[in-house]
């Protein structure tokens, strides 16, 4: 009975371990890909979707317009949703500082919609955009100088989608260092699964594509009916429905970075809304890998509810935390390091034990029951 249960255990923890030790061997293959040298720039649109976001999208706007993109080849496209902030005012006010500059204002007419509000934005803004690039990223942003520049410098003739790192500014809180930790990881695992050649996450905080491409392939013909996805479900349009290369762009320099959740509440429901889009993946891959880590984090926090009833559990359960924690520190460890993050991994073994719980719960409740943004109902 001791050495069954061992070995299953082993068996499901090698189901979650095994990917993910294969994402940092693809992550460390991407970082070392060669820069690839840009001649003469493409024209790029930035397009930022918006909405209530007058406290942020000031600096957002600014950073881009700051950065060494020359503007005669770059315009900056905000998409107002419906604002009633001051929104669109904000990114007016900034225009008239960069005379210089395209800064552009759209606005989503009222009313409903074929589209989920974000990817009729997006889609509205492709559609006023004149660059051949097509950049996006979010109102609450921040992007370094050369974003622009080492973004556009991954087109290659064959490459028709690229995404790029997104990683959090946390504050002093153990809480934000934790989520600035664990968001690593998923831009490690999105980044290692392209160095893998199998696309599977990215962030709309820091995509980009070929115009052309993206209207070609009908934009987000296909995925009207889901709410979230507009990053990695139209990445994946372009992986599997055509013959453009999908590429990662893994320079520190062009990491978009953001805030983390300010607090437990907002950070459960941002996650559950991360976690919605799952049950609209396609790849059967993807999806044989989904159902094995919540088969292994599900066993897990079983094993452990079960464990003073039945102490014959615990090696087992030691097998799988243990190789839980050496699969995640192969990927992390290189993530920290690449990006600069190094004093995150002192938050590693303290975030292992409310890891699982959360991502169980997060998980059944984004599939089960959709969530709200922006005072939008979305699924469930």
């Known amino acids: 009975m001791l050495i069954g249960w061992t070995l299953l255990m082993v068996v499901v923890a090698l189901g979650y371990a095994l990917p993910i030790a294969a994402f940092g061997i693809g992550l460390r293959r991407v970082i070392r890909t060669p820069r690839p040298a840009m ?14 976001e007058a406290d942020s999208i ?8 700051d950065g060494d993109y020359p503007h005669d080849a770059l315009e900056v496209i905000v998409i107002d949703d419906q604002s009633t902030d001051g929104t669109a005012s904000m990114v007016r006010e900034v225009a008239a500082s960069y005379p210089a500059a395209r800064v552009e204002v759209v606005r989503v007419p009222a009313g409903p919609s074929d589209l989920p509000r974000k990817k009729a934005a997006l889609e509205l803004g492709v559609a006023r955009a004149t660059g051949d690039i097509i950049l996006t990223t979010d109102a609450d ?25 997104v990683r959090y500014a946390p504050d002093a809180s153990a809480f934000e260092r934790m989520q600035a930790l664990e968001f690593l990881g998923l831009v490690g695992i999105g980044l290692g699964a392209l160095g893998l050649s199998r696309p599977t996450i990215s962030n709309a905080a820091n995509v980009a594509y070929r115009r052309q491409a993206f209207l070609d392939l009908g934009g987000y013909r296909g995925l009207h009916h889901i709410g979230p996805g507009d990053d990695h479900l139209l990445m994946h349009k372009f992986a599997y429905e055509s013959s453009w290369q999908v590429r990662a762009c893994p320079f520190p320099e062009a990491t978009v970075v953001t805030a983390p959740a300010p607090d437990l509440a907002t950070f459960l429901h941002q996650r559950r809304r991360w976690a919605s889009v799952t049950i609209h993946y ?66 590693f073994l303290p975030a292992q034990l409310p890891q699982v719980p959360y991502i169980l719960i997060v998980t059944a409740l984004g599939i089960l029951r959709g969530y709200t943004w922006k005072s939008r109902r979305v699924g469930g």
Do not use: N
Not at 39 to 52: F, G, K, Q
């Open 282 to 347: 396609t790849q059967v891959g993807l999806i044989v890998v989904c159902v094995l880590f919540y088969v292994f984090f599900l066993s897990l926090i079983l094993g452990l509810v079960a464990l003073p009833f039945v102490s014959s559990l615990g090696p087992g359960l030691l097998a799988g935390w243990g190789l839980k924690i050496a699969a995640e520190w192969s990927l992390l460890s290189v993530a920290c390091r690449h990006f600069g993050q190094r004093r995150l991994l002192w938050y």
């Open 58 to 65: 000031a600096a957002c706007v600014r950073s881009i317009l």
């Open 39 to 52: 001649e003469t720039p493409p024209t790029v649109s930035v397009l930022i979707p918006a909405r209530d």
């Open 141 to 165: 942003c921040h992007a370094p100088p050369g974003w622009v520049r080492t973004m556009a410098a991954m087109f290659t003739p064959e490459v028709g989608f690229v995404a790029g790192p």
